[in-house]
Nanobody, 119 residues
């Protein structure tokens, strides 16, 4: 099984930046970041397969997903953070391409989540 470990969450003022990291243990085809705020449904934030990326409209132009294959680390660079970005952020991975790489159902493996708080 693929193990995923996130890091980099924390508290930041509105307008600030944070970079989340997610280390993974096996070669994967597709990876993504999701978030869930209290009382809200989980939301897909960004996803990546090869050179293709997906971003939720709410984060376009502010967040950037990238991956360092050599170190098996997925990143989410978050800039111009807003209070509504406050949530638990989780990374997700899928080993084999299944035709889609943006929905929760596209992913089998999940990290434990890291809290991001914007005030």
């Amino acid at each position: 099984d693929v193990q995923l470990v996130e890091s980099g969450g924390g508290s930041v003022q509105a307008g600030g930046s944070l970079r989340l990291s997610c280390k993974y243990t096996h070669r994967v085809a597709c990876m993504g970041w999701f978030r869930q705020a209290p009382g809200k449904e989980p939301e897909g934030v960004a996803a990546q397969r090869d050179a293709a990326t997906y971003y939720a409209d709410s984060v376009k132009g502010r967040f950037s997903i990238s991956r360092d294959i050599a170190s098996r680390t997925l990143y989410l660079q978050m800039s111009n953070l807003k209070p509504e970005d406050t949530a638990v952020y989780s990374c997700a991975a899928e080993r084999f391409w299944g035709g889609s790489c943006s929905r929760r159902s596209d992913f089998t493996y999940w990290g434990q989540g890291t809290q991001v708080t914007v005030s």
